[in-house]
Protein backbone atom coordinates (compact mmCIF):
# COMPACT_ATOMS: atom_id res chain seq x y z
CA UNK A 1 0.00 0.00 0.00
CA UNK A 2 1.18 3.22 -0.58
CA UNK A 3 2.48 5.66 1.80
CA UNK A 4 3.92 8.82 3.03
CA UNK A 5 7.53 9.12 4.01
CA UNK A 6 9.36 11.56 5.49
CA UNK A 7 12.96 12.19 7.01
CA UNK A 8 15.01 12.03 8.41
CA UNK A 9 12.76 10.80 11.41
CA UNK A 10 14.96 12.85 14.16
CA UNK A 11 16.46 15.87 13.51
CA UNK A 12 18.23 17.48 16.19
CA UNK A 13 19.82 20.72 15.85
CA UNK A 14 21.32 24.23 17.70
CA UNK A 15 18.97 27.58 18.28
CA UNK A 16 19.56 29.48 14.80
CA UNK A 17 20.48 26.62 12.96
CA UNK A 18 18.22 26.07 9.35
CA UNK A 19 16.55 22.59 9.45
CA UNK A 20 15.31 21.28 6.01
CA UNK A 21 12.73 18.65 6.99
CA UNK A 22 11.47 16.62 3.62
CA UNK A 23 8.71 14.30 2.84
CA UNK A 24 7.81 12.21 -0.36
CA UNK A 25 3.99 12.21 -0.94
CA UNK A 26 2.09 9.32 -2.58
CA UNK A 27 2.90 9.48 -6.36
CA UNK A 28 -0.59 10.36 -7.55
CA UNK A 29 -1.58 13.00 -5.01
CA UNK A 30 -1.72 16.52 -5.70
CA UNK A 31 -2.42 18.15 -2.40
CA UNK A 32 0.73 18.51 0.09
CA UNK A 33 0.23 19.67 3.54
CA UNK A 34 2.70 20.63 6.83
CA UNK A 35 1.34 19.94 10.37
CA UNK A 36 3.26 20.57 13.46
CA UNK A 37 2.25 18.86 16.81
CA UNK A 38 4.15 20.57 20.02
CA UNK A 39 4.51 17.53 22.78
CA UNK A 40 1.32 17.14 24.83
CA UNK A 41 -0.51 19.85 22.25
CA UNK A 42 -2.88 19.47 19.02
CA UNK A 43 -2.33 18.94 15.74
CA UNK A 44 -1.53 22.52 14.26
CA UNK A 45 -1.65 23.26 10.83
CA UNK A 46 1.41 25.14 8.92
CA UNK A 47 0.40 25.21 5.21
CA UNK A 48 -1.00 23.64 2.11
CA UNK A 49 0.86 23.26 -1.34
CA UNK A 50 -1.11 22.53 -4.36
CA UNK A 51 -0.07 22.71 -8.37
CA UNK A 52 3.25 24.49 -7.12
CA UNK A 53 1.97 27.17 -5.37
CA UNK A 54 0.85 27.29 -1.68
CA UNK A 55 -2.68 27.26 -1.51
CA UNK A 56 -2.83 28.52 2.50
CA UNK A 57 -1.02 28.90 5.71
CA UNK A 58 -1.74 29.23 8.43
CA UNK A 59 -0.32 32.06 10.92
CA UNK A 60 2.64 29.82 12.41
CA UNK A 61 3.49 29.76 8.72
CA UNK A 62 5.41 33.02 8.96
CA UNK A 63 8.74 34.04 7.39
CA UNK A 64 10.96 31.81 8.84
CA UNK A 65 9.23 28.92 6.65
CA UNK A 66 9.31 27.82 3.87
CA UNK A 67 8.18 24.83 1.37
CA UNK A 68 9.33 23.53 -1.79
CA UNK A 69 8.55 20.60 -4.14
CA UNK A 70 12.13 20.59 -5.50
CA UNK A 71 11.46 17.95 -8.09
CA UNK A 72 8.41 15.60 -8.82
CA UNK A 73 8.67 13.80 -5.59
CA UNK A 74 10.20 15.43 -2.30
CA UNK A 75 7.99 18.16 -0.81
CA UNK A 76 10.23 20.33 2.18
CA UNK A 77 9.48 22.04 4.66
CA UNK A 78 12.41 24.59 5.30
CA UNK A 79 12.67 26.46 8.84
CA UNK A 80 15.38 29.23 8.96
CA UNK A 81 17.01 30.23 12.34
CA UNK A 82 15.31 27.58 14.59
CA UNK A 83 13.94 28.53 17.90
CA UNK A 84 13.65 26.33 20.75
CA UNK A 85 9.67 26.86 20.84
CA UNK A 86 10.04 25.36 16.86
CA UNK A 87 10.78 21.72 18.29
CA UNK A 88 7.84 19.46 17.42
CA UNK A 89 6.85 16.77 15.63
CA UNK A 90 6.57 17.31 12.13
CA UNK A 91 3.94 15.69 9.94
CA UNK A 92 3.90 15.52 6.10
CA UNK A 93 0.18 14.95 4.72
CA UNK A 94 -0.66 13.99 1.12
CA UNK A 95 -4.18 14.03 -0.22
CA UNK A 96 -5.82 13.09 -4.13
CA UNK A 97 -8.68 15.33 -3.44
CA UNK A 98 -7.75 17.86 -1.05
CA UNK A 99 -9.96 16.04 2.09
CA UNK A 100 -8.85 12.25 2.79
CA UNK A 101 -5.26 13.08 4.04
CA UNK A 102 -2.80 10.63 4.42
CA UNK A 103 0.17 11.12 6.83
CA UNK A 104 3.62 10.05 6.89
CA UNK A 105 5.06 9.30 9.96
CA UNK A 106 6.71 12.76 11.11
CA UNK A 107 9.95 14.27 12.21
CA UNK A 108 10.77 14.78 15.60
CA UNK A 109 12.52 18.47 15.36
CA UNK A 110 14.67 18.82 18.70
CA UNK A 111 15.95 22.68 18.65
CA UNK A 112 18.39 23.02 21.65
CA UNK B 1 -10.88 32.86 15.06
CA UNK B 2 -11.43 29.49 14.44
CA UNK B 3 -11.98 26.51 16.96
CA UNK B 4 -12.88 23.07 17.82
CA UNK B 5 -13.50 21.43 20.90
CA UNK B 6 -14.21 17.64 22.00
CA UNK B 7 -15.38 16.19 24.77
CA UNK B 8 -14.67 14.44 26.99
CA UNK B 9 -10.67 14.78 26.48
CA UNK B 10 -10.05 11.46 28.30
CA UNK B 11 -12.84 8.12 28.45
CA UNK B 12 -11.56 4.84 30.20
CA UNK B 13 -14.03 1.89 28.64
CA UNK B 14 -13.58 -1.99 29.23
CA UNK B 15 -13.46 -3.90 26.16
CA UNK B 16 -17.22 -4.59 24.44
CA UNK B 17 -18.38 -1.03 26.19
CA UNK B 18 -20.18 1.25 23.24
CA UNK B 19 -18.48 5.44 23.56
CA UNK B 20 -19.40 8.57 21.63
CA UNK B 21 -16.82 11.31 20.97
CA UNK B 22 -18.22 14.86 20.70
CA UNK B 23 -16.90 17.88 18.46
CA UNK B 24 -18.00 21.01 17.92
CA UNK B 25 -16.66 23.20 15.64
CA UNK B 26 -17.15 27.16 14.82
CA UNK B 27 -15.21 26.84 11.20
CA UNK B 28 -15.17 29.69 8.77
CA UNK B 29 -16.18 28.78 5.58
CA UNK B 30 -16.82 25.54 6.70
CA UNK B 31 -16.45 22.42 4.09
CA UNK B 32 -16.07 19.39 6.01
CA UNK B 33 -15.85 17.39 9.17
CA UNK B 34 -13.04 15.16 9.67
CA UNK B 35 -12.24 12.32 12.10
CA UNK B 36 -8.56 10.85 13.17
CA UNK B 37 -7.31 8.08 14.63
CA UNK B 38 -4.25 8.35 16.27
CA UNK B 39 -2.08 5.57 17.94
CA UNK B 40 1.55 6.26 19.07
CA UNK B 41 2.38 8.83 16.16
CA UNK B 42 0.64 9.94 12.76
CA UNK B 43 -3.12 10.61 12.21
CA UNK B 44 -4.65 8.19 10.56
CA UNK B 45 -8.22 9.19 8.37
CA UNK B 46 -11.18 7.78 10.00
CA UNK B 47 -14.27 10.10 7.88
CA UNK B 48 -15.06 12.95 6.63
CA UNK B 49 -18.19 14.60 6.82
CA UNK B 50 -19.81 17.61 4.54
CA UNK B 51 -23.42 16.81 4.86
CA UNK B 52 -25.62 16.65 8.04
CA UNK B 53 -27.87 13.76 9.09
CA UNK B 54 -25.91 10.99 6.85
CA UNK B 55 -24.46 8.60 9.11
CA UNK B 56 -20.84 7.29 7.48
CA UNK B 57 -19.85 3.80 8.70
CA UNK B 58 -16.78 1.35 8.68
CA UNK B 59 -17.27 -1.38 10.97
CA UNK B 60 -17.54 -0.64 14.36
CA UNK B 61 -17.17 3.20 13.69
CA UNK B 62 -19.84 5.37 13.03
CA UNK B 63 -20.38 9.33 12.40
CA UNK B 64 -22.71 11.76 11.81
CA UNK B 65 -22.87 16.00 11.15
CA UNK B 66 -25.13 18.24 12.37
CA UNK B 67 -24.20 21.27 10.74
CA UNK B 68 -27.06 23.39 12.23
CA UNK B 69 -25.37 22.71 15.64
CA UNK B 70 -22.23 22.63 14.64
CA UNK B 71 -21.34 19.17 15.75
CA UNK B 72 -20.23 15.79 15.00
CA UNK B 73 -20.02 12.63 16.90
CA UNK B 74 -17.89 9.09 16.74
CA UNK B 75 -19.54 6.33 17.93
CA UNK B 76 -17.51 2.90 18.16
CA UNK B 77 -19.29 0.11 19.05
CA UNK B 78 -18.27 -3.43 20.86
CA UNK B 79 -15.09 -1.62 21.53
CA UNK B 80 -11.69 -3.51 21.70
CA UNK B 81 -8.34 -2.88 23.26
CA UNK B 82 -7.08 -2.23 19.60
CA UNK B 83 -9.18 0.92 19.55
CA UNK B 84 -6.89 2.69 22.45
CA UNK B 85 -5.67 5.83 20.85
CA UNK B 86 -6.34 9.73 20.37
CA UNK B 87 -9.36 10.32 18.67
CA UNK B 88 -9.17 13.79 16.48
CA UNK B 89 -11.80 15.61 14.99
CA UNK B 90 -10.56 18.76 12.77
CA UNK B 91 -12.91 21.01 11.15
CA UNK B 92 -11.87 22.35 7.66
CA UNK B 93 -12.89 25.80 6.49
CA UNK B 94 -10.12 27.88 5.44
CA UNK B 95 -7.45 25.79 6.29
CA UNK B 96 -7.66 22.70 8.97
CA UNK B 97 -8.34 23.19 12.61
CA UNK B 98 -7.70 20.28 14.94
CA UNK B 99 -9.50 19.55 18.38
CA UNK B 100 -7.48 18.85 21.04
CA UNK B 101 -8.45 15.08 20.69
CA UNK B 102 -9.88 12.33 23.26
CA UNK B 103 -7.79 9.98 24.66
CA UNK B 104 -9.85 6.68 24.48
CA UNK B 105 -8.76 3.74 26.59
CA UNK B 106 -10.29 0.36 26.38
CA UNK B 107 -8.98 -2.02 29.31
CA UNK B 108 -9.61 -5.64 28.90
Known amino acids: EPEVTQTPSHQVTQMGQEVILRCVPISNHLYFYWYRQILGQKVEFLVS????????KSEIFDDQFSVERPDGSNFTLKIRSTKLEDSAMYFC??????????FGPGTRLTVT | EDKVVQSPLSLVVHEGDTVTLNCSYEVTNFRSLLWYKQEKKAPTFLFML????IEKKSGRLSSILDKKELFSILNITATQTGDSAVYLC????????FGPGTRLSVLP
Open chain 2, 50 to 53: TSSG
Open chain 2, 90 to 97: AGYGQNFV
Open chain 1, 49 to 56: FYNNEISE
Open chain 1, 93 to 102: ASSEDDFEQY
